[in-house]
Structure formats: C-alpha cells, structure tokens
C-alpha cells in the first residue's frame, strides 16, 4: 500500500508533523521493452541513517507506458526542523516477483522532503546509480499539505458508450483535479472487460486529492477505452464540480454526456455515452490519532515460528540460537517492533503464541500455543515478558513441522470479528509473524487473510534468515488484491511483509518499514465501516 502515514524518524520523540501527501509523473522513460514499452512502477525509499534506506511504499504499476501518472499516492510526515532524505526509484516491472531487483532500472530521483514541500511541485532528470542521465527520463513530485480530512464516496457508472474495437469497449475512467499547473490524476477506476454499460466498484477519494477541498471547483473525468499495449482510446470526457454529482442518487443518477473531441463536428453527433453518478456522498473522515486519542486500543499479538527448518537451536548456524549477548533474530524483531506498538496498548499484556513444534508432555505438534504454556493465560507483562517467555520456552521444545500460518491467524480473527460486532471503532488486532519464509499451508492463509481483511485487523510478517520469501511477498499483495483459492477478493491489504536481512542493525528503520502502513490500515478500515472513536464526542473530525 503505497499511501499509508509514518512514524516519526526517531520512536518516541515529540516533534511536530505535518501530513503531507506526494503525488508522482514521469516523462519520457527509457524503452527497456523489445516488444512492447516499459511498465513503470516508482518506489519511494527513505533514509534512516548513512547509507541504510527503508522502503516506504510503492505506486501502482502501469503497462506500456513511458509517461506515467500514477494514481497512488504517498502520506508522509513532514518535521520543518529534520532533513528527510527521499529517494523515488522507476522501475520496468517484468515479472511477478516483489523483488525489485530482477527488474529494469529506469532511473532515481535522491531529495529531501523539504525540497519538495517548498517547491510544491519539482520537476527533476531521473538518474542512474553511476549519477549519469537516464535517458531524457524526467520525474515531478507535487506536494500537497493535509489539512481536510473529509472524502468523497462514489458509485459511477455508464451507458451506452461508444464501441471502440469492433463491437465491445473495456471502459475505465480517470478523475482529474485542477490545479495550478493543470490536470493531475487524482483516481483511476479498475478496468470493466467487454461492457458498453459498464458498473464500476464503489471507491472513496479525499475532497484534498479529488478537489482540494471545494466542491464547487470543475473536476476533469476521461473515460477511456483500454488496451493492453498502453495506447488507450479515449471514449469521451466531461467536466463538473462535486457540488453537481452529489445531485445523483440510485432512483435518479447525476448523468453527464461524454463526450469526444474528435466527434464534436461530426454530423448527428450526440455524445460517446453517458457518466451516470449514483451516489456522491460527502463524510469525515476520522484520522489514526483520532481513534487512539477517542480511546481505540490496539492488541498486539506475536507468533514465533518454531520449525525444524530454523536449526538447532544449540547449533551458531541455527535462527533461534541465542548468541553471548543475548540476542538473535527473532528477539531483535520482538524487541524492534514491539517497543513502538506496546505505546498504544494500556496494559501492555501481549498474548504469544509459538507454531511448528512439538510440545511437552504429549510431544504432539501444535500450530497454536502459548509459549509460557498456559493456555487460559498466554499473556506476557510487556516485552519484556515476551522476551523472557521466549527464553525460557525454547530449551523444552522440539522444532518440528510443518509450517502453518492459517491457525493463528484464524486465532486473532476470532477476537477481531467479536470486537467488530460492537459496532464502535474499540479495537484493533495486530498479529506479528516472525518466520524463516517455509510456508507449507499456503492455500488456508490466502483464505484466512481473505476472510480476516474484513476485520480489524492487520498482519506484520518478519521474515529472518537468508530463505526464500516468494511466498511472503505473494501474501503481500500491493500490486493486487490477494485472492483465496475459492476467487474471493480480499477487502483489502491487510499483510506488511519486510526481510530482517535488509535491516541489519538497525532496528528503528526495521520497526518504521513494518508499522509505516498500520496508520493508514485502521483509519481507512474503521472510516469504511463508519465506525466512531469510542470517545467520539471528544474527538473533532476535520470538516
């Protein structure tokens, strides 16, 4: 999820922030394709500390495009008093792997925040990592403050659209807001295949990204025809404030004709279709510190992942062997992660669960228990408490197998799914999975996560050792939607996956890479399902 807010660069520290949100173009790229052009995708990195950068999210990626405007966004902090260095990083995206590495290079952009929020829009040549020109590859960054917290939700449809390719169209619509600089993309519908009368998914936008903020300012909506290599048809187009698309309702649509340039003079020339508005409504939005300040508490709970594959544990070579000093990878995670979350738990008592081992007296393998052995009371006193169960748990058991992530999950979304029936924003479940990357149960976790992406709920998958971890990044589906084996869509992405081997040393950038995402993943979760901070009435919502 390439929008979500971050934590401060220092844990703890008390500066004051600003939200700033980052919307990303690029022009002329350099053509790495033979047979087609590139499919860029643009990375933004942030530096923590010398040389060590985190990856902050990722814009959506486009086919056969060398002049992308991308749809997704970045929400950043902005601290006036500390150097952010930024880096976006374009890629041509050429196979399904998360890693970005296997992927052409298609130039960088290495800045700080505080240049582009005082250029509000800047442009810059994209480099190569020999600091040489990428071509005649260009990349804008315009900045917009956050200061209006509402949104708009939209159901669009059509009718009647003009056939572009023999007898069909696959319609998408693109909104644009107007701005100083002119038209910037501020949301891309999802493409209806072979459909003339097309309904698109319902989606939210914020008032700032879709209008800044004033409904009586024209919005641009292109409606476009798609095709595969990236040379779009347009349909048509038409302009109209938000003001005139709230009109719309179910009973009566808000209808705009749509309308081709290239058509206009023809003769009995009426419009290319009509843009039917069925609902335009208008919400606040609450933010993150809106619902922890109302009285949400987030429930932290950790699963460690005792598996043969890890090695023996009295084995230098084995992850879950705990060297001189105390530590090793997985209390390096517990301890990185776990002392900036346990500040959002009142009581800091952690439920921790151990998976893949066999476990005294019976010596059964269990998927699923408590690694201070008590089952009516898994709880730890703080993360300390965790760490010590851990080392105290680990000599009485015997790493086995297999590796199954679908039990603990199906755990956590059982205390999600009742704390959704009280219908108030209470509540919010955080599972912590820390791993070696061997998932042998990988069609019931697609499904669990399914299911659980309709909860309160979000899943931090650590992953430690040198493994392969195409599963992991499978489960962390930024590009798309993950899907269970049945075809079901998750509601959203609900899995922040990081490798511990890209963070070594350096546990504040580790625990700022796995809970960059969570800010935005309660706010947007409970402001769909318009869910209030249970302490609402102390709590303002922007307006």
Not at 193 to 214: E, Q, T, V, Y
Not at 257 to 280: A, D, F, L, R, T
Not at 404 to 422: D, E, G, S, T
Not at 447 to 459: D, F, G, H, K, N
């Amino acid at each position: 999820m390439a929008s979500g807010g971050a934590r401060g660069p220092v844990p703890g520290a008390t500066h004051l922030a600003t939200k700033v949100e980052l919307t990303v173009s690029c022009e002329n790229l350099m053509d790495m394709d033979i047979f087609s052009k590139s499919d860029p995708l643009c990375a933004l990195y942030i530096n923590t500390s010398g040389s060590h950068w985190y990856e902050f999210g990722r814009t959506e990626m486009i086919l056969n495009c060398l002049n992308p405007k991308f749809a997704k966004k970045f929400v950043i902090d902005y601290y006036f008093e500390m150097v952010q260095r930024l880096k976006f990083c374009v890629y041509d995206i050429d196979n399904n792997t998360y890693d970005l590495s296997d992927d052409d290079f298609l130039g960088e952009l290495e800045c700080t925040l505080g240049q582009i929020v005082s250029n509000r829009q800047m442009t810059r040549p994209l480099m190569l990592t020999n600091k040489r020109p990428a071509g005649h590859g260009t990349i804008t960054v315009c900045a917009e403050e956050i200061t209006d917290t509402r949104a708009a939700n939209l159901e669009v449809s059509a009718r009647n659209l003009d056939k572009k390719y023999f007898w069909w169209s696959d319609p998408f619509l693109e909104f644009y807001k107007q701005t100083e600089a002119g038209w910037q993309l501020a949301h891309r519908t999802e493409v209806v295949k072979n459909n003339l009368n097309p309904i698109w998914r319902p989606f939210r936008i914020s008032l700032r990204a879709l209008c800044g903020g004033d409904v009586d300012t024209v919005i641009k909506v292109d409606c476009y025809d798609h095709h595969v290599n990236g040379s779009h048809a347009l349909i048509g187009s038409f302009k109209a404030s938000l003001a005139e698309m709230q009109m719309g309702t179910h009973m009566s649509p808000a209808e705009f004709e749509c309308i081709n340039p290239k058509k206009v003079k023809k003769k009995n020339y009426k419009n290319s279709g009509v843009i039917c508005i069925k609902q335009c409504q208008i919400v606040k939005e609450f933010t993150f510190l809106d619902y922890i300040m109302g009285g949400c508490q987030i429930n932290f709970t950790i699963a460690i992942d005792f598996t043969g594959s890890n090695g023996d544990p009295s084995s230098p070579q084995s992850l879950h062997y705990i060297n001189p000093e105390g530590y090793n990878e997985y209390l390096t995670a517990i301890w990185a992660v776990g002392n900036v979350i346990q500040d959002y738990d009142s009581n800091k008592m952690f439920p921790v669960f151990g998976f893949g081992a066999q476990i005294p007296p019976s010596w059964q393998v269990s998927h699923e228990f408590p690694i201070n052995f008590n089952p009516a009371n898994p709880f730890c006193a703080g993360i300390e408490g965790v760490v010590q169960a851990y080392q105290r748990c680990l000599p009485q058991l015997k790493l086995w197998g297999p590796t199954n992530f679908a039990p603990i999950i199906n755990h956590v979304a059982c205390f999600a799914r009742q704390a959704l029936q009280q219908r108030v924003a209470s509540q919010y479940f955080v599972l912590l999975i820390i791993t070696d990357g061997v998932i042998t149960d990988m069609d019931r976790t697609r499904t669990a996560i399914v299911e659980a992406s309709r909860l309160p709920m979000s899943i931090i998958i650590v992953g430690v050792g040198g493994a392969d971890f195409s599963a992991m990044e499978f489960l962390d589906s930024d590009d798309k939607l993950l899907c269970s084996p049945r075809g079901d869509v998750a509601l959203r992405d609900i899995v922040q996956f990081v490798p511990f081997r890209d963070f070594q040393g350096n546990s504040v950038a580790l625990a700022q890479s796995v809970l960059a995402e969570l800010p935005d993943q309660v706010a947007s979760f409970f402001n769909s399902y318009k869910l209030r901070p249970p302490n609402a009435p102390s709590v303002s919502a922007l307006s």
